[in-house]
């Protein structure tokens, strides 16, 4: 069973930095492109970042450009988001997605998330 | 940036109806979209991908259609787990964005 489960949410001030974390199980990690999708409380999704399997080619959002990075350790089957210079409006649920095999595009698979507050 | 206009945003309907929820896309991409289901406090879920594929174990009263700019979900016999939200995506080029969402809701 394909399983991806967030990690390293929380509270942090305005102009802080938080870490996140994705452990994946259940697939092959290291075949799949990842994402990082958000969502601020009452409002619709947003997609956040990207990353190929083997870490070559790597997108951003404009809102999030130059303060977050994106990264994967492979042998341990995990997905990153460095987060920095937070603002109020990064405040949301932030899900990592498996991007599917093949030349259909699709996130066919998402955690649960991680609720990260920013606030002073 | 492609942006992704989904219509309506609120949509009334009761069990057994059929809906159809529409997307459009400010340039052509061809039938790279696909359509989520979310339901409250949950995480997104895939239903349609390639604009009409349905997704391995997904109902088969939900059907997507469409290519180019615009592509539509349509949803026959609403059962009471299907009164949520719905968001298209495209998956043509980044950035990857969604459409603001539709509430599905019951009458």
């Not at chain 1, 290291?30 to 009452?42: C, D, E, L, T």
């Not at chain 1, 994106?70 to 498996?98: E, W």
Request: charged share 15%.
């Amino acid at each position: 069973e394909v399983q991806l489960v967030e990690s390293g949410g929380g509270l942090v001030k305005p102009g802080g930095s938080l870490r996140l974390s994705c452990a994946g199980s259940g697939f092959s990690f290291s075949s799949f492109s990842m994402n990082w999708v958000r969502q601020a409380p009452g409002k619709g999704l947003e997609w956040v970042a990207s990353i190929s399997a083997a870490s070559v080619y790597i997108n951003y959002a404009d809102s999030v450009k130059g303060r977050f990075t994106i990264s994967r350790d492979n042998d341990k089957k995990s997905l990153f988001l460095q987060m920095n210079s937070l603002r109020a409006d990064d405040m949301a649920v932030y899900y990592c997605a498996r991007e599917g095999s093949g030349y259909l595009r699709r996130l066919d698979y998402w955690g649960q998330g991680t609720l990260v507050a920013v606030s002073s | 940036d492609i942006q992704l206009t989904q219509s309506p945003s609120v949509l009334s309907a009761s069990v057994g109806d059929r809906v159809t929820i529409t997307c459009r896309a400010s340039q052509g991409i061809s039938t790279s979209l696909a359509w989520y289901q979310q339901r409250p406090g949950k995480a997104p879920k895939l239903l349609i991908y390639a604009a009409s594929t349905l997704q391995s174990g997904v109902p088969s009263r939900f059907g997507g259609s469409g290519s180019g700019t615009e592509f539509t979900l349509t949803v026959n016999s609403l059962q009471p787990e299907d009164f949520a939200t719905y968001y298209c995506q495209h998956l043509n080029d980044y950035p990857l964005t969604f459409g603001q969402g539709t509430r599905l809701e019951i009458k």
